[in-house]
């Protein structure tokens, strides 16, 4: 098989990349390893930054028709007390608030409509699991399917593929990892429609828990100390359910649906990037760039930046031919905002979290946060920060 472009990894960058490169022309095969994109506890959180963009292609008032909840403030609960640390109600975009929807609605709707050009293709089942090399040049992927391998020939490989990356580790670019102390059990449990249909966060007696609101159910996000899974398991499950009902009260008769070890599920916390994100005739975006920590929820968002970025770069650029220096440009563009993220995020795991989960004491909000209850306004930079982020990116490139 050949094309102009192979993008390694059906997720939101590679689907995002491959349907703005099909809009215009450019012949694209994206190779997804799943037969579905049914995946729970992946990240939900579709940003306003990124419904501006589905706005500019003109999808969004299709896109809203989907079931999804919107969270317009998030609050944190410090024992019996609270306060709002984020609003975005304030923002200057089509859609001021985080939308929450599961992302294989969000992955279906996407490959839905870049399916509508000839030039995309969508291979799935199909795991990228090496890089073809030719004089120091990559110039296609070895693939793993149903019936055996396969070789893609291309004139530019997209490594798209998440934070265990195979193209990035076949790619032998060095990877520096920032470290991060916490790990997360994700799980969920039931609800009833109660009046806190909003993004929430619980600290108390040295444990974090996060709650999104599903409608039906919340989706629970426990934070632990990296490694010790083992260490909650031998306690038991008796002891976990009283531990989360203990930190929030609110579930206490939803924690008994918690029935065995099998409905949670480990989230290992990394926090890294490459050193260069491309080579010759390689690139890597999002997760494959730069792993994430959830704190912000803004992973799915910076990969859906990447691959904006990516296009308006790549789709002149195939053209005349793509050089190392588009691909630098795209790095020059994305790594700053990326990188500025992850330095937020390991202060936040070094003097935010770690401090709480080390101190089994109640606590009551510190003095810092309480200004967002006096002054309210305050409340519009962390939304800013979430919701837009630095360097938001807008289509500019033509549907041809």
């Known amino acids: 098989m050949k094309t102009q472009c192979c993008i390694a990894g059906g997720g939101p960058a590679g689907i995002m990349l491959g349907f703005l490169l099909a809009r215009s022309g450019v012949d694209v095969v994206v190779l997804?390893?799943?037969?579905?994109?049914?995946?729970?506890?992946?990240?939900?959180?579709?940003?306003?930054?990124?419904?501006?963009?589905l706005r500019e292609l003109g999808l969004l008032d299709e896109f809203l028709?989907?079931?999804?909840?919107?969270?317009?403030?998030?609050?944190?609960?410090?024992?019996?007390?609270?306060v709002v640390v984020a609003d975005f109600t304030h923002l200057n975009v089509p859609c001021p608030f985080l939308g929450f929807i599961p992302q294989w609605?969000?992955?279906?709707?996407?490959?839905?409509?870049?399916?509508q050009y000839p030039s995309f293709h969508l291979l799935m089942e199909t795991e990228a699991i090496g890089l073809i090399e030719e004089g120091g040049r990559v110039v296609g992927v070895r693939a793993k399917e149903k019936d055996g391998e396969i070789e893609i020939r291309a004139d530019l490989v997209i490594g798209a593929d998440g934070r265990h990356s195979t193209i990035r580790e076949q790619s032998k670019i060095p990877v520096f990892d920032s470290g991060a102390p916490i790990d997360v059990l994700w799980f969920s449990v039931p609800r009833v429609d109660d009046g806190t249909?909003?993004?929430?966060?619980?600290?108390?007696?040295?444990?974090?828990?996060?709650?999104l609101d599903r409608d039906s159910y919340w989706q629970c996000a426990?934070?632990?100390?990296?490694?010790?899974?083992?260490?909650?398991?031998?306690?038991?499950?008796?002891?976990?359910?009283?531990?989360?009902?203990?930190?929030?009260?609110?579930?206490?008769?939803?924690?008994?649906?918690?029935?065995?070890?099998?409905?949670?599920?480990?989230?290992?916390?990394?926090?890294?990037?490459?050193?260069?994100?491309?080579r010759p005739?390689?690139?890597?975006?999002?997760?494959?760039?730069?792993?994430?920590?959830?704190?912000?929820?803004?992973?799915?968002?910076?990969?859906?930046?990447?691959?904006v970025a990516a296009a308006n770069v790549l789709i002149p650029a195939f053209g005349r031919g793509v050089t190392e220096k588009d691909l630098a440009a795209i790095?020059?563009?994305?790594?700053?905002?990326?990188?500025?993220?992850?330095?937020?995020?390991?202060?936040?795991?070094?003097?935010i979290i770690e401090?709480?989960?080390?101190?089994?004491?109640?606590?009551?909000?510190?003095?810092?946060?309480?200004?967002?209850?006096?002054?309210?306004?305050?409340?519009?930079?962390?939304?800013?920060?979430?919701?837009?982020?630095?360097?938001?990116?807008?289509?500019?490139?033509?549907?041809?």
């Open 65 to 82: 028709k989907l079931p999804h909840n919107e969270t317009k403030q998030v609050a944190l609960h410090f024992g019996e007390e609270s």
């Open 197 to 211: 249909g909003q993004s929430l966060g619980y600290i108390d007696k040295g444990r974090m828990m996060v709650l």
């Open 32 to 53: 997804e390893k799943w037969p579905d994109f049914f995946r729970d506890f992946r990240g939900d959180t579709i940003h306003p930054s990124t419904m501006r963009l």
């Open 281 to 307: 005739g390689l690139l890597c975006i999002g997760d494959s760039a730069h792993a994430m920590s959830p704190i912000g929820g803004v992973g799915i968002n910076l990969a859906v930046q990447d691959a």
């Open 105 to 115: 609605d969000f992955l279906n709707f996407l490959a839905s409509k870049a399916k």
């Open 331 to 351: 790095q020059l563009r994305r790594e700053p905002p990326a990188r500025y993220i992850q330095r937020f995020q390991v202060f936040a795991h070094t003097h």
């Open 355 to 400: 401090p709480i989960l080390q101190n089994p004491s109640r606590r009551s909000v510190p003095l810092a946060l309480k200004f967002f209850n006096w002054l309210p306004v305050l409340r519009r930079i962390p939304a800013y920060v979430i919701g837009i982020g630095w360097r938001s990116e807008h289509i500019r490139t033509d549907i041809k």
């Open 222 to 278: 426990h934070i632990i100390h990296k490694g010790d899974l083992e260490k909650i398991k031998v306690r038991g499950l008796e002891a976990f359910r009283n531990d989360i009902a203990e930190v929030v009260p609110l579930l206490k008769s939803a924690v008994v649906e918690i029935k065995s070890w099998d409905q949670v599920k480990l989230l290992s916390v990394a926090v890294d990037h490459l050193e260069t994100w491309h």
